[in-house]
Structures are given as C-alpha cells and as structure tokens.
C-alpha cells in the first residue's frame, strides 16, 4: 500500500464544475503539499498546508491531520485547469526534500 | 523572480552514453533537489543538497548517477552510462530551507531524458 493515495486517479469535468480531489495519508507529517504538473512542463507548487485551510482564487485546500487526509478544491472550473495534481507529504525525520508523493490525478476539464 | 532554470530541456541519447543536466536554483535557495519522475509515477527524490554539502542521496543510483553543487549554487546531474529505464523527467527543485512548513519547494520544468 502506498503511503499517499489519491483518488480519483482520473477525472473528466465539464466547465463550471465544483471538482474535488482527495489525498490520504499513512505517515506523519510536517507538511502536505498540493502540486499541479501540466503536460510537457514541470511542475508548480500551488498550497503547503499543516492544518485547517487555504484559499488561492478558486482554488481550496484543505487538511484533517487526525483523520490524515487532504482535498483540493477547484470551484467553476475551466479548461485550463486540465492537469495532474498531486499530493506529497514531507515527513517526519529523514531529509527535508524527501516528499513523499501520490501518483497524481489527471483531471480534464471539458469546455 | 526568476524560477528554476534547468537545460536541456530534452535529450534523446542512445544507451551506454553520458548525459549531463545543469539546475540553476532560486537565488539565495540554500537546498536544492533533483528528483526523478518516472511516465506515470510521482517524482523520487535523487539527491539534496543544504548549500554545497549533501543532505540525503540514499535513492541515488551512484554506479551510474553523479551530482554536484560546487560552489552551493548551481548544480550538475551526470547519468554514465545511461540505461532504457533511466528514460524520465529530471526534476530540479530549490527551497530557501528545506520542506518543512514555511518552506515551500519551488520546481523547474524539468529535463526529459529518453534513452534509446
């Protein structure tokens, strides 16, 4: 079993959607990060959370450290949100860059 | 603010040949990563570096892999002699500290490696 699990691993929405993609956890953590990876390009950081919520535009991130899961939220989505999103976790002890990553969710956005 | 400055951006070489990928982090970044990302898996990280001294390279296949960050700026990864399966995106990343909270990672867009 994987230490990050991400659901759905695909996901097609039509444009306007209110989309949700979910991240779990099996280890501790000091930080989950939500990624987003467009095709032929790296990849862009777009939340760091330890707890409780962020916000970025329509963009919404939410963590549960006790139930250890996380979901990101797009609101009226839009075709150029067509990308991989992922969800890494840096844990506890070792080194600092050793994220621990989900093997993403490639979401579509239909226009 | 300058981003992450990686090249080339794509190689194609054939199997048994060197290839070689420079990062250019963040200025002022003091850890820089490079990580490598599999079609179709998350990255796993290679190599990090806190200024010119190495952190963590225990995933680092060092019979093949090599990286150096000479003067705790820019950095080098080295594959000699590469192999089909190290075709993949090489990933380069800085962060002023490390992963910990506050400390977000920046990325680069990365550098696709196929070995044929």
């Known amino acids: 079993k994987n230490e990050v699990e991400q659901s759905p691993q695909n996901l097609t929405a039509q444009e306007g959607e209110f989309i949700t993609i979910n991240c779990s956890y099996s280890?501790?953590?000091?930080?989950l990060h939500w990624l987003q990876q467009h095709p032929g390009g790296g990849i862009v950081s777009l939340f760091m959370?330890?707890?409780g919520k962020k916000k970025h535009g329509r963009l919404i991130a939410t963590i549960n450290i006790q139930e250890k899961h996380s979901s990101l939220h797009i609101t009226a989505s839009h075709p150029r949100d067509s990308a991989v999103y992922i969800c890494?976790?840096?844990?506890?002890?070792?080194?600092?860059?050793?994220?621990?990553f989900g093997k993403g969710t490639k979401l579509s956005v239909k226009p | 603010e300058a981003g992450v400055a990686q090249s080339p951006r794509y190689k194609i070489i054939e199997k048994r040949q060197s290839v070689a990928f420079w990062c250019n982090p963040i200025?002022?970044?003091?850890?820089l990563y490079w990580y490598q990302q599999i079609l179709g898996q998350g990255p796993k990280l290679l190599i990090q570096f806190q200024n010119n001294g190495v952190v963590d390279d225990s995933q680092l296949p060092k019979d093949r892999f090599s990286a150096e960050r000479l003067k705790g700026v820019d950095s080098t990864l080295k594959i000699q002699p590469a192999k089909l399966e190290d075709s993949a995106v090489y990933l380069c990343a800085s962060s002023p500290r490390g992963a910990l909270s506050g400390n977000t990672i920046y990325f680069g867009e990365g550098s696709w490696l196929t070995v044929v």
């Open positions: 280890v501790g953590i000091s930080a």
């Open positions: 890494a976790v840096s844990g506890y002890g070792g080194s600092q860059g050793n994220l621990i």
């Open positions: 959370l330890s707890s």
């Open positions: 200025s002022g970044h003091a850890t």
